[in-house]
């Protein structure tokens, strides 16, 4: 079978399960980023469960009265029932349970492209064990009661899954671009530094936030941004470099006539994100780390992170691999 004979019907359930996986692995991100903001981490103390139940009580009266004892075998303390911090947390996880379904559907429709793209199918494949290996993190994370390594290692693994999901989208939105043979070099070179620089950002971003968390419990709000350490101004300079680095960048893609119109319209997101993100770290440092900020914050640098992957896609697609010989052949 050619490429040709796949049905435009599969191409396009992929691209539908594709935007919509996309959309479910920024809610997961925004959901857990409320969670953490919101104090809500162990508002259910055990997994997949929460207080051992499908659908979680919405008063204590329906627990028993030594809930505490029964989960306290798990960790070293359990909180008081809060319902909010409860409904919160498993919101989360519902959110997680429909990006494992999503992806799990996107691979059942890749299935007739076994013969046309293997590449396309293994990657889904590779996305489902990834989710897969994020809910057994999560597990993990719940059974530490929030250790902030693996909380680290948590987010790490939401992007790959965030990469992996771009990719797939990208590679049936974009499956009959044509290469283009004299695409400048150095742009593909400039997005892969500035991809490396916001995965940076991210986790120093991440890094601080653990400094906050530690924060809250010695000294006030008010006092927190005064006391954080190095992390935080490295956090702030990378900030400046994000900045400069994609506003060279933007000019760049705009100079070349080259570059598809898919490629500019996501540097225009990276760009607004970068602003809005900055914005709101401003608002953050200047307002006591404001705990409703906090979650746009993480989640415009995660838009901004998965539109440079997508960037760099394109980037691949339209440079060489090889080099080309002055009679026109590949070398």
Not at 69 to 79: C, M, P, S, W
Not at 198 to 216: A, K, N
Not at 257 to 280: D, F, H, K
């Amino acid at each position: 079978m050619r490429p040709q004979e796949v049905p435009a019907k599969v191409y396009n359930r992929l691209a539908t399960i594709g935007t919509i996986t996309l959309i479910l692995v920024y809610l997961v991100i925004l959901a857990g980023s409320v969670v953490r903001a919101s104090g809500a981490g162990m508002g259910c103390p055990d997994w997949p469960k929460c207080f051992g139940r499908l659908i979680p009580p919405t008063d204590v009266s329906q627990l028993p009265p030594n809930y505490k004892e029964i989960y306290a075998e798990d960790h070293d303390a359990v909180e008081e029932f809060n319902a909010t911090k409860t409904w919160t947390e498993y919101i989360n996880r519902l959110f997680g349970a429909a990006l494992g379904l999503s992806i799990l559907v996107q691979l059942l429709f890749a299935l007739p492209l076994y013969k046309t793209d293997k590449w396309f199918l293994g990657f889904s494949f590779l996305n489902l064990i990834g989710i897969g290996f994020q809910a057994w993190l999560g597990a993990v994370v719940v059974s530490s009661a929030l250790s902030p390594v693996k909380i680290t290692i948590h987010m790490v693994m939401a992007l790959v899954v965030l990469a992996l999901c771009a990719l797939l989208l990208f590679r049936i939105q974009n499956r009959d671009l044509k290469p283009h043979t004299g695409y400048p070099a150095i742009i593909r070179t400039t997005l892969l530094v500035a991809l490396i620089l916001s995965l940076v950002q991210v986790l120093v971003g991440t890094q601080v936030r653990e400094e906050v968390d530690v924060l809250l419990d010695q000294v006030a709000r008010s006092e927190i941004v005064a006391k954080l350490g190095f992390s935080f101004g490295i956090h702030r300079l990378l900030a400046l470099f994000t900045f400069i680095i994609n506003g060279w960048l933007m000019h760049q893609i705009f100079m070349e006539n080259a570059s598809p119109i898919g490629m500019r319209r996501w540097m225009l997101v990276v760009m607004g994100c970068i602003l809005v993100s900055v914005s709101s770290g401003l608002v953050l440092a200047g307002n006591d780390l404001l705990a409703m900020a906090q979650p746009l914050h993480l989640l415009l640098a995660c838009i901004m992170f998965g539109g440079q992957f997508t960037l760099f896609l394109y980037a691949i697609k339209l440079t060489p691999r090889k080099a080309v010989s002055h009679e026109g052949h590949a070398a």
